[in-house]
């Protein structure tokens, strides 16, 4: 997978992916100044005022487990997304995937509602545990 230390570049967002709804929103420390006017600012403030209704999550599983892309994500044995991105986590020995988790109708994805829920990963038919991370995974010393 392709991360710049713990932040995620831009092959890992969609094409209608919003800033905060895959957590870029470190790169617009200028949207906090009450005087900083652009197309679509009130929408975007609308949407950080109420939560995104998805968001962009990494998942790792057991190393036996292959991952191939796009396999269902289950939160609490119900489906809410699929992942869009694979790999394996050499440093930390475990397969590696990145998907958007979308809420239930009504609701807000927030940190509480990402980690409160048990993972499965649908591979191939099976379903196999998975943990969650709500920030990338990253090689803190920097080793091989």
């Given at each position: 997978m392709q991360y710049a230390h713990k932040y995620v570049v831009r092959v890992d967002c969609l094409i209608q992916t919003e800033t905060f709804v895959s957590g870029l929103t470190f790169q617009c420390n200028k949207l906090d100044r009450p005087r900083m006017h652009f197309e679509g600012k009130p929408e975007l403030d609308a949407l950080i005022h109420s939560?995104?209704?998805r968001r962009l999550v990494w998942f790792t599983v057991a190393p036996d487990v292959e991952l191939n892309g796009r396999e269902v994500i289950y939160r609490?044995?119900?489906?809410?997304?699929?992942?869009?991105?694979?790999?394996?986590?050499h440093y930390h020995h475990l397969g590696l995937g990145a998907g958007y988790v979308k809420a239930p109708k009504g609701q807000r994805v927030t940190e509480e509602f990402i980690s409160s829920g048990t993972y499965d990963?649908?591979?191939?038919?099976?379903?196999?545990?998975?943990?969650?991370h709500i920030y990338p995974l990253h090689n803190t010393d920097y080793r091989a």
């Open positions: 939560g995104p209704n609490d044995g119900h489906p809410v997304g699929y992942l869009s991105r694979v790999g394996v986590a990963l649908d591979v191939a038919g099976t379903r196999h545990p998975a943990h969650v």
